[in-house]
């Protein structure tokens, strides 16, 4: 079984930026489909960004797009979110998961396909 570890978040103010890590203690050659999550205290799982290793294919949820960037670095297998202009509706524990599919499934968004998931890190934006 992968493990999965992310690190990276914290407090931060409103305009700012942080960078999340996600760390796969496995798989390293394998092509797989590496997902960030959050979820808010009393709201639901949502998903955040996705790359397919494969071919750095990312995607991204609305709500992040031109502020988020997902991307990997094969060699320490591990895959990073970097996130700018922050928002305080930003706040939320992030997590990390895996899908070793042949590419990210078209609702990769609901996190259902994805086997392996972390213990996550929490961010907390301040206005």
């Known amino acids: 079984q992968v493990q999965l570890v992310e690190s990276g978040g914290g407090p931060v103010q409103a305009g700012g930026s942080l960078r999340l890590s996600c760390a796969a203690s496995k798989y390293a050659n394998r092509r797989k489909c590496m997902g960030w999550f959050r979820q808010a205290p009393g709201k639901k799982r949502e998903g955040v960004a996705a790359i397919y290793t494969g071919d750095s294919t990312a995607y991204y949820a609305d709500s992040v797009k031109g502020r988020f960037t997902i991307a990997q670095d094969n060699a320490k297998n591990t895959v990073y979110l970097q996130m700018d202009s922050l928002k305080s509706e930003d706040t939320a524990m992030y997590y990390c998961?895996?899908?070793?599919?042949?590419?990210?499934?078209?609702?990769?968004?609901?996190?259902?396909?994805?086997?392996?998931w972390g213990q996550g890190t929490q961010v907390t934006v301040s206005s």
């Open positions: 998961a895996v899908d070793f599919g042949y590419r990210c499934p078209s609702s990769w968004y609901g996190g259902a396909d994805f086997e392996a």
